[in-house]
Each structure stands twice: as structure tokens, then as C-alpha cells.
């Protein structure tokens, strides 16, 4: 009974293996999308599974952004039981590498799957590097943006004769500009998420690197020299906004965005990451308004607008490698995404890929052309274990500059707090 | 010391009621037993004297005042519960105290009324133990002793015996009557067991299907029982009932066929009977004997033997069967054919409207 | 309330073996798993964490021994103390008043009938039966800044909206009482069911004593139902010394050095920073305190009980 029993295992296996051996990869998929990006990548991965039936096939998994997918990610890696390819910031990258978290992709490997260095800009191809090596591919640039209700700023006389915002550049002339937005009628001049650190991280960042700030100079100090005083001139921009009642104090990201939609606040600063819920709802005719998206203006010195990349990268699989097939299929897949990333644009990002980005259909596609100067002047954040994505610097602009840009805190004093705790936890 | 009146009370829980029309009297320092069935309403009609039940209809009073409208405890009346309901988190001598604190009775008062309850009761030594470190019977007697400190108008008893066994409580009733001679309370004792009732009450209430039945002092109830239900419920063995067949008058008194033929004379005048003639013929055991004269023969089916008396069931020719009594010697074994004489002068006998007649 | 005759003086019969060699076997292999389950689930894991934090190591993977260093830095980390007596603060404002309001609550509840009564229960219960997530985003829509219903309510006493959970000292004491919202069911659950174990007969004793209400609470209900409230409070006790999901999430984004429990210093240090020494140090330290208030809270309350 059992011989036979045996026997009947090992021949269906027998008879299994080359069917297993020509079927089709599946690559496990991990992503943060959850919100308007989310459903345009869901729709590259379907397109990308159609395209290739019965050779690779994408099984995508969509978990938390931030620290809840980043702790995932790195105890899963750890026991070899993460996905095959994931989505990463390369902020993070840095703090990924260090805990062991990714693995390293070769040239030769990248060179398989039709990818090079030189299909990308170079500070964003660097930035996907530590110490040399390649961790991740990058997928796309997104920042932050000025989203704008072009009825209200129209009736202040704020859109020029291009049809585009003006009269925003200069930190008095902005305040000036929310003041005869709030004047007109509205309830805040600007909606802004003040209730977290990360969004006011991002737009904290943008005006220091206006005014070529450092947050984290060549020697590893935090906010050394006048850096400390640029940083607090950032934070008081936002702060005098609150303060002045021009816009909301500690409002958490979906009211912040719904005082924008909700015509209640004319100018909103978010990621480009909400350019889909703006578009659909104008598709569906419930904005009830016309909207656009600029490049944050110029409050200091020269233009420059925090920006990180979505990459992509591979975890490590401690004790569980897999096949070089299964490698190569992933390899492939990062690369089909990257060729197929106009697509991605629609979710509001510019795409990393120079080919597309260079592509007639893109310089074309609105409102992402509008602000595609950003992608020459965006500021990513330091390079450090402490930066990036749910990091410790993080942690520290809602320890610090949050509560500075609700009042809560002198701005002075809450930078060197930021700076003295950031310090404290270089090792 | 007071009396207890009922007048017209009823009680119905939503649609179904079990109380209806009650009336009745228990006379100052009276020991009344509430007697019937499970499911009779004679709790119920003992909690609605102590006020735990409100009552949808009439009046009660204790003494000269008018109390259904009193909480329990301005009643003046003191129960104790089927399982005893002692605090289990009190000792003895705080379970007694507890209630005459409650008034704001001198500390003095209450040491010296539960020291003299304590010392009735045998409970001295226990004095400080909680509950659980009780036996049954001890239990039972600080329930007692919480109701006799209160020094109340009337006790309550709720089945108090109901959860001894059964050498403990034939001791416990003893100490219930003295208990009654000694204080000459009025007292209100609700019971199943006929037993019991028998043997404590004055009086005795006999319930069933939420009505008084009957109510009268033990001798009463036994010898003259004014339903077939209170026929049957007192006694035991229970009464021997047997269909009539026919009823004929010899000499002004009521003549009865039993099914299988026989003819007995009873004490009971016919003239008192309903004409239509149709009624049960009742009677005790031991007012069936068997003797070689007896007029009625049959067989043996079962024979208990009491030590005092044996009892044998007989099986009549018709299949009925009567229980018989004989001495406790008896010779008679399973399945010998005896004799039964049946004394009609203490039969009693049954009309279709459950009126009884009995014999005198 | 049984008859057993505990007050008999009759020594039991003298038993020649206590145990024999069945028996001893059959006892084995009912608690061997058991044993297994836990030895493998909790005494192998708390060990290999206690080992964990004398050492300098990521959160997986080797590391070096470094002896008590992390609980040398541990004692002079200030973020330690600020998680430390946040918890306690937490407990403070959680424990009592939710033991209380359970109490107060169930004998509401208990005092209803029929369908009433199971429709109110359901009301308290059903808050318990939510995932924190959801607690989370109700709780945070009704208390937004901008479009929460109660903030309406809180302009009328406050002149105007307030950012509960963006405010330093409203935020423990408001997730201290969405916690109690949240968990209040379950303890007025053990508190029903111990109130359902008081004979009503003992209420109908005390009703022909003559107690009043309140003495009915104090000297009869609150004693009977005393060994309910020390499982409750122990219960509460170690759950809120565990708190971290609600204040996580109220704080995510925020002040989190500020508000901060010991638990979301462990997942900072082991799972954000990957120190897995230092985050075992202080898992070490919260388990010894647990330990330490539980065992005492229960004896003190239990001895008082006892009384």
C-alpha cells in the first residue's frame, strides 16, 4: 500500500517536472501603492501579465506605505520569505542596505534585461547605489507640487496671461497672495497637511534647498554652520501661514486634501501622487472647478523641490535563494516596467526611464510638463542610514518641525532640538 | 405577634396567572403550612405577603395595617429562604447583625439580641465563621437566627427543610415546632411534604393549580379532605380511589358496586349525594384490611413490608387495584390470593364537580 | 449554594499512595502539550530576547556581547524615561476608570430585561469585537481638525476646533478614553456574569433587612463581585502596560517622542532602527514591570478581599 502509494508519488512528480520547468515564473510583488498610483500600476501589471501569458506572471500584493512596509520588508528578508521584486523609495535605500535588507543587481544582469546606467540621469542612477553597487533600478521622480483652483486664483488676479499661476515667487509675495485668496473669500489661502512630519518634511526640504541648505553636510553633521538659520527661515515660511490663520493648523492628509477639492482652500502643496484624484474627479465633474499643478515657486534663492524615485529593487532571501530563472524574470519585469512607465506618468510621477521621459508623448502629457522642471531641480533627501522614508528623520519632523509650523514650537528652538536629536543618534 | 389577612389577592405574570382570588386568615401566633405541588403558586403567595411579589389584585394586611403597598422590610415579617441566602461574605454574627443595622439599632441592642439567638440556635461557637465553612444544618439555623433577631410579627419559611437530608430534617421539624411553642410567632411554613405540614402546622393550606383547595387543621384535612386532589396529595400511601358502578341506598346510607361486583356500605348519608349518581369511591389504606372474612378478593401484586404494618397491593379482578394494609407480620406473598375487608364507615366519596363526601 | 458539609470533623480515609505510576503517565500526556506549546511560544523566546539584550545586534542576525551596556544606556536614555511614564500615565487614566464604568454599566445592564437588556450589552460589547484600525479611523474622523462632528461640540466649550490628537496634553488622555470606549465590553461582560452569580435570593434577603441601595452596593454587591474586580483590574493592568497600536496610530506622524509607550520604544529601536539589542533591552525591563505590578496588584487587592 504505501510502496505503491510512493511509487505513484515519484511518478507524478516524474512526470510534473518538465511541465514545472517550462511553466510560466511567477514573480511575488510587493508595493506601498495604495491610493490614485495604485490602480494605474495595477493596470501595468495586468497589462504587463497579458503580454506575457504563460511566461512570467505578476502576483502583486499591495501593504501600508511607510514603516509598516519597511519593517515588513526587512524581518521577511531576513527569513527569506519576502517577494521576489518590490517597490522601494531610494531614500531608504541607504538604511535597506545597511540592515541587509536588498540584493545586490549586476551589471550583467541589468545588461540581460536590456537596462543600462545611461537610460537614466545620473544622480537618479547614483542614487540607487550604495557604496558602488547597484540595489535598486529607478522607476520614476515625484515630488511635491503646487495643485491651484484656477476659478478662485483667476478672481484674485493671480493667473497670468499664459494661463498659468503668477505673481507666487518670494516668500512676502506667496503670503501676500494667500491673504487676498483668504480676503476673497476663501477659508484658508493654503491647505497644507500639517498634522505629520512627512509631509512637512517635504516641503520644508524644497525651501532649504532654495537656499542651498544642508541638512546633512559632507562630514556627517546635521545642520551645521548657517544651515541651522536657513532651516529655521524654511520653517518659519510655513509657520507664519498657520500662524496667520492662512492655512489650517495640524489637519491630517485626507482633510487637507478635501479642503483643496472642497473649494474651501485654493492652493494645496502635496505629492504628485494625488494628480490622479484630481483628475478623476474632474473626469466625473466633481471638483467643480478647474485645477492645475505648477512646480513649487520660488520662495529663496533659485527653484528646487524635495523629490525622491520609486525604484525598484530585489530582497534579499536569506537560507531561500532564488533560481536564476526566477532572476531573470524579475530583471524583466523591472525592465518592461520602465519601457511601459508613460503610462505611469498618469499617476502624476515622471518617469526615471530617459527614453520615455524624453518621448514627444510625455512633454506633451499635462499636468506633468507643467512641472517637469522639477526633474532638474529636485533636491533628494541626505544619503544617510537616518533619511529617507519612515527614518528616523522622519521621526523628527513630526517630533520637531511639525509641532514648530502649528505653534507649538519656536522655530529656533525646535531646529536645534531636531539637529541635537539627529546628532545624538549618529553612531 | 399579628395576624395575616388575604383578601381577593391575584398575581399574573403577563398572560399566565398564578394567583387568583385568594382569601384567607392566619390567626396571631398560628403555625400555617402552605401545602401543594411544585408550580402550585404557594411560594408565590408567601413572597407577596413578605413584599418580594407584587400583587396585581386585593388587599394583604398584617395585623391592623394594610401592607401590600409596603417595601419587605416595613412589613415587619422575617423570612428564610429555601437555600438560606446567607451573605456569603459575612460571618455569622455579621449575616445576624446586618438587618438591625440597617435600622440603626444600638450597638449594644444588637450584640445582645444576637448573642441570645446565637445561644438558641446552638450557634455560639460558629459565631465568626463565614458561611461556607457551614454544614447544611448549621447554615439553616443562622437563616433562623437572622430572622429571629428582627424580632418580626410573623417568620416566613420557604421550604427550609427542602435541602437537608432526610435524618437532619425529621431533627430540624422537631426544632421548628419547639421553635413555635417557644415564641409563638405567627408563622407562615410553605412545604411539599405533606409530612411536614402534617406535623408543624396548625393549619394547613392546601394549594393546587394556583387555588386553595382546602383549609383546616391537620386531622381535618386527612379525615375530611374537601377534593379528590387533597384526598390523594394527603397521606401516604395515597387514598385508594375506585369507579362506581353503581350507587344504591341501604338504611338512609349510601351503598357503592365497585367494579369487580362487590358491594360496600359507607358512612354517607345518600341523601346528601347527587342524584345522578355518578362518584368516586375513595378510601385509605388503612382503612382496607385483609382478613380471611373480607367480602373482596384478589391478588397480591406487590408487598411492602414496614416493619409496623405491610402493605399490599392488590389486584381486583377488574384489573383495578387497592392498597391494603395488613399487620406487620403478614404471611401473604407475591401472587397469593387474599381477602380485603373494606371499611366503608370511613370512605369517602367523590361527585363529577370534585365535591367531597365523607362519612359522619 | 451547596449543602456540603464542610464543618464535619470526619478525617478523610488516609490514602496509602498518592500517586501511581498511570496516573503519573496520564498526566504527562495531558499537559505535555501544553508544555511544548509553551516552552517552544514563550519560554524559548522570552530567554533567547533576555540573551538578546546583552548584546549590540540587529534586530535579526548575530550581534556582539556587550554584558548590561544596553541597560546601562537604557537608564539614561531620556526617550525611556518619556516611554516610561507615558505607559504609566496610560494606566492610570485607563485601569480604574475603565474597571469602574464596566462595574457601573453592568449593573445598569443588569438591572434591564429580556431584549432590552441584550440590545444595551450589544451597544457596549460591540466596540470590543472592532479591529484597532477601525477604531482608529472612526475615532479620527469624528475628532478631525477640520470636518470631525464632534468638533462642533468642542468649538462650543473651546471657541474653536482643537486638534485633539495634535494637542500634547489631550492626546493620552483622549486615546486613554477611546480605549476604554473600545475595550469597556469585555470587562462588563465579567462583571454581568459575575453579577449573575450573586443569588437573587440574597437581594430578596437584603430587601427584607431593610438595606438601602447604596448600602445594598457597598456592604453586599461590591464584596460579592470583589474578586471580579481584581481580575479585571489585573486583566486591564497588563493590557494597558501593553499599549501600543492605539497610540501609534493617534500619534503616527506627530509628536511620537512625546507620546510614546515603552512598546512603540521597542518597535522603534528593533524593527525602525534594527536594534535588536537595545529593543530586547527594553522588552526585558517592560516584562519584569508587568510582572512586578500584576503579582503585587493582585496579592494587595486579593488580600484586601480576603479580609
Known sequence: MMKSFLKMALLSTALLMPAVAQAQEVVTWWDFLGGGDGVRMKALIEKFNAENAGKIEIQATTLEWGTPFYTKVQTSAAIGEGPDVMTYHLSRLPLGVSSGALSEITTDELTAAGLSGADFAESNWKAAQVDGKQYAVPFDIHSVVLYYNKDKLAAAGLIGDNGLPTGLDGVDNFKAALQKLKDGGSEYGISIHSAAGDSQWRIFYSLLGQQDGQFLDADGNFLSGDNLDKAVKATTVVADWVKDGLAPAATEYPASIALFTGGKAPLHINGVWEVPTMTDLAAKGELGFEWGAIALPTFFDHPATWADSHSFAIPNRVGNEVSPEKRAAVLQVIAWMNKNSLAWADAGHIPAYSPVRDSEEFKTKQPNATYSILADTAVFDPSSVLAGVASPVYDAAGNYLMPAVNGEIDPQSAMEQMRDDLQGQVE | ?360 | MSATDTATDVPLPARKKRFNRNEVLAALIFVLPFVVVYAVLFIYPTLQMIWLSFHKAPLIGPGTFIGLDNYAKLFKDKLFGVAFWNTVYFVVLTVVPATLTALAIAIGVNRLKGWMQSLILACFFIPYILPVSVVFRVWGWMFDSQFGVLQPLIALVAGDNVPVFRTLPLFMPTVAFITVWWTIGFNILLFIAGLRNISPEIYEAAALDGTSKWRQFTRITWPLIWPVTVLVLTIQLIAQFKIFDQVYLFGNGGRSDATMGLVQLIYRSAFQKNNGGYGATVAVVLFLIIVVFSVLQFQMLRARGEK
Not at chain 2, 450557634?123 to 461556607?132: N, Q, S, T, V, Y
Open chain 2, 1 to 360: 405577634m399579628a395576624d395575616i389577612r388575604l383578601v381577593n389577592v391575584s398575581k399574573h405574570f403577563g398572560q399566565v396567572r398564578v394567583i387568583e382570588n385568594v382569601s384567607m386568615t392566619i390567626g396571631s401566633g398560628e403555625f400555617m403550612v402552605f401545602l401543594g405541588p411544585s408550580g402550585c403558586g404557594k411560594s408565590t403567595l408567601l413572597r407577596m405577603i413578605a413584599g418580594l411579589e407584587d400583587i396585581d389584585g386585593g388587599e394583604i394586611h398584617i395585623g391592623d395595617r394594610r401592607v401590600d403597598e409596603l417595601p419587605p422590610a416595613e412589613r415587619g415579617v422575617a423570612m428564610v429562604f429555601q437555600n438560606y441566602a446567607l451573605y456569603p461574605h459575612m460571618t455569622v454574627r455579621e449575616n445576624m447583625s446586618f438587618g438591625l443595622q440597617n435600622i440603626r439599632t444600638p450597638k449594644q441592642e444588637i450584640a445582645k439580641r444576637v448573642a441570645a439567638a446565637a445561644k438558641t440556635l446552638e450557634l455560639e461557637h460558629l459565631i465568626d465563621r463565614k458561611p461556607g465553612q457551614l454544614s447544611g444544618g448549621q447554615r439553616q439555623r443562622v437563616a433562623i437566627g437572622r430572622a429571629i433577631v428582627r424580632d418580626p410579627k410573623a417568620f416566613l419559611f420557604d421550604e427550609p427543610l427542602s435541602n437537608l437530608d432526610a435524618g437532619l430534617r425529621a431533627r430540624t421539624r422537631i426544632e421548628f415546632a419547639q421553635l413555635h411553642q417557644r415564641l409563638k410567632t405567627t408563622m407562615i411554613f410553605v412545604t411539599h411534604d405533606q409530612i411536614e405540614a402534617m406535623t408543624l402546622a396548625d393549619r394547613i393550606v392546601v394549594m393546587n393549580n394556583r387555588k386553595i383547595e382546602q383549609i383546616g387543621t391537620p386531622m381535618e384535612i386527612y379525615s375530611r379532605p374537601a377534593s379528590r386532589f387533597v384526598a390523594a396529595f394527603v397521606g401516604s400511601p395515597s387514598m385508594n380511589f375506585l369507579a362506581v358502578q353503581q350507587l344504591s341506598d341501604r338504611d338512609g346510607k349510601a351503598v357503592v358496586r365497585l367494579p369487580d361486583n362487590s358491594e360496600i356500605l359507607t358512612g354517607i348519608a345518600s341523601s346528601r349525594l347527587p342524584s345522578d349518581g355518578q362518584v368516586t369511591f375513595g378510601i385509605r389504606p388503612e382503612s382496607v384490611k385483609v382478613s380471611a372474612n373480607g367480602a373482596v378478593s384478589g391478588k397480591a401484586d406487590v408487598v411492602e413490608r414496614l416493619g409496623e404494618r405491610t402493605l399490599a397491593y392488590v389486584r381486583l379482578s377488574d384489573n383495578s387495584v387497592v392498597i391494603a394494609e395488613d399487620e406487620g407480620q403478614s404471611r401473604i406473598n407475591v401472587g397469593d390470593q387474599v381477602k380485603l375487608d373494606f371499611d366503608g364507615a370511613s370512605s369517602h366519596l367523590f361527585d363529577v364537580r370534585d365535591v367531597a363526601y365523607s362519612a359522619g
